[in-house]
């Protein structure tokens, strides 16, 4: 795993340098810095409404007693996204416009689902028709009410 991040955090500088400087070679100075200041506008601009409509998608869960995994990692990556736009670059750029996408992020969230799925278990409370909270997927014991009668045994 560590290998694999120090590669990512080599080579997408390196390739995000590359293509800034191909880019500004072919269409000038002044018009890649507009894209760049532009992108991050932008970016952080749909950010923060995904994050509301998101964060809206939460409450509604939550009122209707649901678990909000999806909404949760929805958050995470659009807090990713809007990371990753005000980052200058064009790949950098792409990768966060697409984690925008409600259907990009929903293919994503699988996927990360199908990975972790075994490595990582969701306990949560759920709500009885009585109002009573219990961990789900545990067993609910039998409650019989009685009366005691007679608390001290017959005297021998």
Request: charged share 15%.
């Given at each position: 795993?560590?290998?694999?991040?120090?590669?990512?955090?080599?080579t997408v500088p390196f390739?995000?340098?590359?293509?800034?400087?191909?880019?500004?070679?072919?269409?000038?100075?002044?018009?890649?810095?507009?894209?760049?200041?532009?992108?991050?506008?932008?970016?952080?601009?749909?950010?923060?409404?995904?994050?509301?409509?998101?964060l809206q998608r939460f409450?509604?869960?939550?009122?209707?007693?649901?678990?909000?995994?999806?909404?949760?990692?929805?958050?995470?990556?659009?807090?990713?996204?809007?990371?990753?736009?005000?980052?200058?670059?064009?790949?950098?750029?792409?990768?966060?416009?697409?984690?925008?996408?409600?259907?990009?992020?929903?293919?994503?969230?699988g996927r990360l689902a199908?990975?972790?799925?075994?490595?990582?278990?969701?306990?949560?409370?759920?709500?009885?028709?009585?109002?009573?909270?219990?961990?789900?997927?545990?067993?609910?014991?039998?409650?019989?009410?009685?009366?005691?009668?007679?608390?001290?045994?017959?005297?021998?």
């Amino acid at each position: 795993m560590f290998g694999r991040l120090l590669l990512l955090f080599i080579t997408v500088p390196f390739i995000e340098l590359v293509l800034l400087l191909k880019i500004g070679a072919k269409i000038g100075f002044t018009p890649t810095l507009g894209i760049i200041v532009v992108t991050a506008i932008l970016g952080a601009s749909l950010t923060r409404s995904q994050g509301r409509h998101t964060l809206q998608r939460f409450q509604q869960a939550q009122r209707e007693g649901r678990l909000p995994h999806a909404e949760v990692m929805d958050g995470l990556m659009i807090i990713i996204a809007g990371a990753v736009l005000l980052t200058p670059g064009f790949l950098t750029d792409i990768a966060g416009f697409l984690l925008l996408v409600p259907p990009v992020r929903a293919a994503v969230r699988g996927r990360l689902a199908a990975a972790l799925k075994g490595r990582i278990q969701i306990v949560g409370m759920s709500a009885s028709s009585s109002g009573s909270t219990q961990p789900q997927g545990q067993v609910q014991e039998r409650v019989i009410k009685a009366k005691v009668i007679n608390e001290d045994p017959p005297d021998s």
